[in-house]
């Protein structure tokens, strides 16, 4: 196969981790996820923690920085911006070694020049709950709650850093959802996608 790099968006507790995973064992490329924290550090001088605890979440706003001291009054770069041009570069060397999946982190449209194949992944609000009380040990309201909190925070700095909008089918190339299709089924499609373009579109 060609390079190929896939990039996956996904609503929180839909399973884009595992799927993610699994899509780069069944098709022996790289996969990175928490990766690109330690890369982006590594170009930034920030720290691993500060990155991790900032992942995926808008912090530029005017209020938000001056409270967390990370802007300045002086026109230099605030903390926020460093990181995020930090990950942007991450992200591009990452897909500059060959082919990849990435998760998250407006991969998609940091490498638009590259023409990555693109996926959403998606789940009806019971199946996420059943997997974020399985996996972080919370009740059903506090996984609910937790979920609606994560997708807001999501789609806000996919808003905000991607100047698309987070979730719309229009963006990706195949969307799935993981309560219909297995997540077995899921990789096929997306390997037969990528290899027979438009084959599936927004299933």
């Given at each position: 196969m060609?390079?190929?790099?896939i990039t996956i968006?996904?609503?929180?507790?839909?399973?884009?981790?595992?799927?993610?995973?699994?899509?780069?064992?069944?098709?022996d490329?790289?996969y990175?996820?928490?990766?690109?924290i330690?890369?982006?550090?590594a170009?930034?001088?920030?720290?691993?923690?500060?990155?991790?605890?900032?992942?995926?979440i808008?912090?530029?706003s005017f209020?938000y920085?001056?409270?967390?001291?990370t802007?300045?009054l002086?026109?230099?770069?605030?903390?926020?911006?460093?990181?995020?041009?930090?990950?942007?570069?991450?992200i591009?060397?990452i897909?500059a070694k060959?082919?990849?999946?990435?998760?998250?982190?407006?991969?998609d449209?940091?490498?638009?020049d590259?023409?990555?194949f693109?996926?959403?992944l998606?789940?009806d609000?019971?199946?996420?709950?059943?997997?974020?009380?399985?996996?972080?040990?919370?009740?059903?309201?506090?996984?609910?709650?937790?979920?609606?909190?994560?997708?807001?925070?999501r789609?806000?700095?996919?808003?905000?850093?991607?100047?698309?909008?987070?979730?719309?089918?229009?963006?990706?190339?195949?969307?799935?959802?993981?309560?219909?299709?297995t997540?077995?089924?899921a990789?096929?499609?997306?390997?037969?996608?990528?290899?027979?373009?438009?084959c599936f579109?927004n299933?």
């Open positions: 060609e390079k190929t790099i968006g996904r609503q929180f507790g839909a399973g884009g981790r595992e799927l993610g995973k699994r899509l780069a064992e069944t098709l490329i790289p990175y996820d928490k990766e690109i330690e890369s982006a550090a170009l930034s001088g920030l720290s691993k923690e500060y990155i991790a605890q900032n992942d995926e808008v912090t530029n209020l920085s001056l409270v967390m001291g802007r300045t002086t026109g230099q770069k605030t903390v926020e911006e460093i990181k995020m041009d930090a990950q942007r570069e991450a591009k060397e897909a060959g082919s990849c999946v990435i998760i998250g982190r407006t991969a449209y940091t490498l638009k590259e023409k990555p693109r996926v959403f998606s789940a609000e019971e199946t996420r709950i059943q997997r974020v009380c399985g996996r972080d040990n919370l009740s059903e309201k506090d996984a609910m709650k937790k979920i609606h909190k994560m997708d807001k925070l789609a806000a700095y996919y808003n905000e850093y991607a100047d698309a909008a987070w979730g719309k089918a229009d963006n990706y190339d195949l969307c799935i959802n993981l309560s219909r299709i997540v077995e089924k990789i096929d499609m997306i390997i037969m996608s990528v290899r027979e373009p438009n579109r299933i």
